[in-house]
């Protein structure tokens, strides 16, 4: 991190969560950005994570001023409560990744709530149906878990898979589909609501 981020970065902690401690990584200026949603491994807190890559140079002041940032706060709490809720993309820096990965983003965060669909099924919608092994790397990369969510892709035989890029966030992603009305078995998803895949053509039902 460079001297000048650690002047215009902060840090929040949400906690408790459903999925455990959230560490948010934001900034005011030059505009308000999101820098990263940090999730908790069983292994290591998001704060010890965050302090690892964020806080080398010193520690980041805890603050929420911000009526942006209070606002996506809001949301995060809606959707945990299972209420409604609307994020937004503006308020991500989405600059920093290749137009492939930045195409499989944004159009995960199409995927609505109580849907999911398969890495193919989002390679297809990105304009890349043989990349779909990208897909996977590109997800792995994503910042916003739960604002664009990752959480909502799995593989072919429903499986849900890995999480955050390591097998170890099962649990969190488990978590997050059964709070988007999704029933879980096992590694599984087997609940009574339709895999929708973001191509309507291909939609699949659950058996």
């Known amino acids: 991190m460079k001297k000048d981020d650690k002047m215009t970065l902060f ?10 401690e959230i560490t948010i990584i934001w900034r005011k200026k030059p505009k308000f950005l999101i820098e990263e949603i940090i999730l908790s491994k069983p292994d290591k807190s998001s704060s010890e994570i965050a302090k ?3 806080e080398q140079e010193g520690e980041l002041v ?6 942006q940032f209070n606002n996506v706060l809001k949301e995060l709490d809606n959707y945990f409560k299972e209420k409604d809720y609307k994020f937004s993309l503006e308020y991500l820096d989405l600059e920093r990744f290749t137009p492939f990965q930045r195409k499989v983003l944004e159009t995960e965060f199409k995927t609505k709530k109580g849907t999911i669909n398969t890495y193919k099924d989002l390679a297809k919608a990105a304009g890349s149906p043989k990349a779909y092994r990208s897909v996977g790397s590109a997800l792995s990369k994503n910042p916003y878990p739960i604002i664009i969510p990752c959480h909502r892709t799995v593989k072919s035989d429903r499986t849900i898979g ?3 890029g390591v097998a170890e ?20 998803v087997v609940g009574d ?10 939609q699949t039902k659950l058996i």
């Not at 840090?11 to 455990?20: A, H």
């Not at 966030?169 to 709070?179: A, H």
């Open 62 to 67: 805890i603050n929420k001023k911000s009526k």
């Open 169 to 188: 966030g099962l649990e969190s992603k488990k978590i997050l589909l059964e709070l988007d009305g999704l029933m879980i078995q096992g590694k599984k």
């Open 193 to 202: 609501s339709p895999i929708i895949s973001l191509d309507k053509t291909s």
């Open 162 to 164: 890995g999480f955050g």
């Open 11 to 20: 840090k929040y902690i949400i906690n408790p969560s459903p999925i455990g």
């Open 52 to 54: 690892e890559k964020y």
